[in-house]
């Protein structure tokens, strides 16, 4: 059977919360660019004795019963499931680097690390603006904020064709299109249908406020003075029975709503102001639009 490349999302910060953007810690990440390494910390005088060695289950229990933590054996566990020729993306000092794991992790000689490994060369991709826009929309979930985690999806394919390794190229289709943009280009989609559906509404710019965490942005009808508002997620299920019974969310003609990840349940019988988006209708409008096409086409086919 075929293996398998699997991406990691790992931190190499194995700081303090008040160390993090010490001196000390940028210099480390220095390190980890200039000799090609990366790694997890908690280390203990108590692991010496494994120094240099690979992972195997044994150390791996051990050392679980040494620190005893939870984050350090979630931590731990994932990095146990790293194998030569997965690929690895890590953040250091601010620019995002992509490379090619050499080996399985071993026990680590550096006094900040406890497992480490390294790559065949860090490749550099560049700063949040400059990574793949469904990779970066990725990246901002809650999952990607620890020490390690695995990245699947459509965002792993970019990843391993971003290393080097040159898989084909994924079909994307109405099941899956909205994995191959990052939230931000969705909530832009989104306004391009509804401009569609609404051809006299105008987007207000300022209305996109990070207080408004139930809606994305406001367009307006200067004639009727009326407005429509849209809510959009990614990986992210939307609860529609919020829209549809708290008062404040009455006040607009329409609420579009659109989630790759579905809806909790709801009944569908009075759905009032509220117009859920079918996977359909925004992919016809995703597909007939070159601007949002040329996002997808280095990694991406449109069937």
Same mark, same amino acid.
């Given at each position: 059977?075929?293996?398998?490349?699997?991406?990691?999302?790992?931190?190499?910060?194995?700081?303090?919360?008040?160390?993090?953007?010490?001196?000390?810690?940028?210099?480390?990440?220095?390190?980890?660019?200039?000799?090609?390494?990366?790694?997890?910390?908690?280390?203990?005088?108590?692991?010496?004795?494994?120094?240099?060695?690979?992972?195997?289950?044994?150390?791996?229990?051990?050392?679980?019963?040494?620190?005893?933590?939870?984050?350090?054996?979630?931590?731990?566990? $994932?990095?146990?499931?790293?194998?030569?020729?997965?690929? =690895?993306?890590?953040? #250091?000092? *601010?620019?995002? /680097?992509? @490379?090619?794991?050499?080996?399985?992790?071993?026990?680590?000689?550096?006094?900040?690390?406890?497992?480490?490994?390294?790559?065949?060369?860090?490749?550099? $991709?560049?700063?949040?603006?400059?990574?793949?826009?469904? =990779?970066?929309?990725? #990246?901002? *979930?809650?999952? /990607?904020? @620890?020490?390690?985690?695995?990245?699947?999806?459509?965002?792993?394919?970019?990843?391993?064709?971003?290393?080097?390794?040159?898989?084909?190229?994924?079909?994307?289709?109405?099941?899956?299109?909205?994995?191959?943009?990052?939230?931000?280009? #969705?909530?832009?989609?989104?306004?391009?249908?509804?401009?569609?559906?609404?051809?006299?509404?105008?987007?207000?710019?300022?209305?996109?406020?990070?207080?408004?965490?139930?809606?994305?942005?406001?367009?307006?009808?200067?004639?009727?003075?009326?407005?429509?508002?849209?809510?959009?997620?990614?990986?992210?299920?939307?609860?529609?029975?919020?829209?549809?019974?708290?008062?404040?969310?009455?006040?607009?003609?329409?609420?579009?709503?659109?989630?790759?990840?579905?809806?909790?349940?709801?009944?569908?019988?009075?759905?009032?102001?509220?117009?859920?988006?079918?996977?359909?209708?925004?992919?016809?409008?995703?597909?007939?639009?070159?601007?949002?096409?040329?996002?997808?086409?280095?990694?991406?086919?449109?069937?």
């Amino acid at each position: 059977m075929e293996k398998t490349t699997r991406v990691w999302f790992v931190q190499c910060k194995p700081f303090s919360k008040s160390e993090i953007k010490s001196k000390e810690c940028e210099d480390f990440q220095e390190y980890c660019r200039s000799n090609r390494i990366f790694g997890m910390g908690w280390n203990k005088t108590e692991f010496n004795d494994y120094l240099g060695k690979e992972f195997d289950s044994k150390i791996a229990d051990y050392f679980k019963k040494t620190v005893s933590t939870k984050c350090f054996t979630r931590a731990q566990n $994932l990095y146990g499931e790293m194998r030569a020729q997965d690929v =690895v993306l890590s953040r #250091l000092n *601010g620019i995002y /680097y992509l @490379g090619i794991i050499s080996f399985t992790p071993k026990v680590s000689t550096h006094e900040r690390l406890t497992w480490y490994s390294e790559v065949i060369e860090w490749k550099r $991709l560049g700063d949040n603006s400059e990574i793949p826009h469904h =990779v970066r929309g990725k #990246l901002s *979930g809650r999952n /990607y904020q @620890g020490t390690v985690a695995e990245i699947d999806g459509l965002s792993a394919i970019s990843l391993i064709y971003l290393a080097g390794i040159k898989p084909p190229k994924k079909k994307i289709n109405e099941d899956n299109f909205f994995e191959s943009i990052g939230d931000e280009d #969705l909530e832009d989609l989104m306004a391009h249908y509804m401009s569609i559906k609404n051809k006299n509404y105008i987007i207000l710019p300022s209305s996109c406020k990070k207080d408004t965490p139930d809606v994305e942005y406001i367009m307006y009808d200067p004639k009727t003075e009326k407005s429509i508002t849209c809510q959009t997620k990614v990986n992210k299920k939307i609860d529609v029975n919020r829209y549809l019974s708290e008062k404040i969310f009455r006040e607009y003609e329409t609420i579009y709503l659109f989630s790759g990840a579905g809806y909790d349940k709801y009944d569908g019988n009075d759905l009032k102001n509220i117009s859920i988006v079918s996977r359909k209708e925004l992919y016809d409008v995703f597909k007939a639009n070159r601007h949002f096409l040329s996002i997808i086409e280095t990694f991406f086919d449109v069937e």
